[in-house]
């Protein structure tokens, strides 16, 4: 069933679960984080979907746009002397793109309808093999890219479905890679795909002996966009 929500268009890919902060200065989007605050928009949920590199909603309507998303649960607001936000979200539901509204609001309206996973349980013992060889794979790259301190193990009871983009948020993918994760409905192809990803990283990161930006300042980067 097509239900209708806000959209933030954004150079960057947010995940279920992770977080996002974002810096909200463009006027429309002004106008959205006090439809959020104030309860216009219900729910303080709006949805976030990358823009494809060289096109721009704008003119492009939704081919310039990513077909999946990722809704965004509004966690913290801090408004700005001169009426600039400064907010905190966390994703929440992927989403699949129907069609967009550009006129009855100052930003988009999206029809979506939502995207679950895939209802196709695994065997036990190949979800816990898989899961143990991404989280191999995510400690590899972060002691690689992080100094010590700076990153943490994930939780060792998060659920094996929701754990690839809980790896996925502490590294600094391609959009194309994080894109290709959001849109990945089977947990058993998600585990291997997060666990490749971070392996080729890993790999890269040690022949070019490289690492890449912080996670913060990729976040505001990307966020102001």
């Known amino acids: 069933m ?16 992770a977080s996002l902060p974002l810096h909200v200065f463009e006027p429309r989007y002004r106008q959205l984080t006090v ?6 928009v219900p729910d303080k949920e709006f949805g976030v979907v990358a823009v494809r590199e060289g096109w721009t909603p704008d003119d492009d309507g939704m081919a310039g746009l990513h077909g999946i998303g ?14 600039r936000f400064d907010i905190v979200t966390r994703g929440a539901r992927r989403f699949r793109l129907l069609d967009l509204d550009a006129e009855s609001m100052p930003y988009l309206i999206a029809s979506v309808e939502f995207l679950p996973d895939a209802d196709t ?13 991404a989280r191999d794979a995510h400690r590899r790259y972060c002691a690689t890219a992080w100094k010590t301190g700076d ?3 994930p939780e060792p009871d998060i659920d094996p479905s929701a754990l690839p983009h809980v790896l996925a948020a502490d590294c600094l993918l ?11 409905t089977c947990p058993v192809e998600r585990l291997r795909l997060v666990r490749a990803l971070l392996a080729r990283e890993t790999g890269l990161m040690e022949q070019l002996r490289a690492v890449p930006a912080p996670i913060t300042t990729y976040a505001v980067e990307h966020s102001s966009n």
């Not at 097509?2 to 679960?17: D, I, K, S, Y």
């Not at 439809?35 to 216009?40: N, P, S």
């Not at 990722?70 to 009426?83: K, S």
């Open 70 to 83: 990722c809704t965004a649960e509004l966690r913290d607001v801090r408004r700005l002397p001169d009426g």
């Open 2 to 17: 097509a239900e209708t929500l806000p959209l933030f268009p954004l150079g960057t890919v947010l995940l279920p679960g």
């Open 151 to 153: 990153w943490s193990e």
């Open 174 to 184: 391609p959009i194309a890679d994080r894109q290709r994760l959001l849109e990945q």
């Open 35 to 40: 439809d959020l605050v104030t309860g216009a």
């Open 121 to 133: 349980p695994p065997a036990d013992d190949l979800i816990r093999m898989l899961a143990g060889a």
